[in-house]
């Protein structure tokens, strides 16, 4: 079992807005794709930032490295594109694959 962890960094101002877009269009949309069984999404417990920024992680559970690889090079491009002319300047991410030991 592999994790893809997305982690996202973003303005205070945008928080409400952006988690009610997630849950209802993003993650739907990623998971239509067929290629996660199941995800989680989660607030990042941190310290009060001084710019006030939110941290939150979505993972999402994947069978198999090719299945994961056919995510990234078909589906993740455009949907990467989504968030992003959604919410430039507005939030940093970053990616990480993560591989299961349980």
Not at 44 to 70: F, G, H, K, M, W
């Amino acid at each position: 079992m592999l994790i893809y962890s997305v982690t996202v960094n973003l303005q205070q101002d945008v928080w409400e807005e952006w988690l009610s877009w997630m849950k209802l269009v993003h993650i739907p949309d990623v998971l239509a794709t067929g290629c996660f069984t199941q995800h989680r999404i989660s607030k990042v417990s941190q310290p009060a930032q001084e710019d006030r920024s939110i941290t939150v992680n979505i993972q999402y559970y994947c069978e198999n490295e090719d299945v994961l690889e056919q995510y990234l090079t078909i589906f993740a491009p455009k949907l990467q594109k989504q968030h992003t002319d959604r919410y430039q300047g507005k939030f940093v991410a970053f990616r990480s694959i993560l591989h299961d030991l349980t």
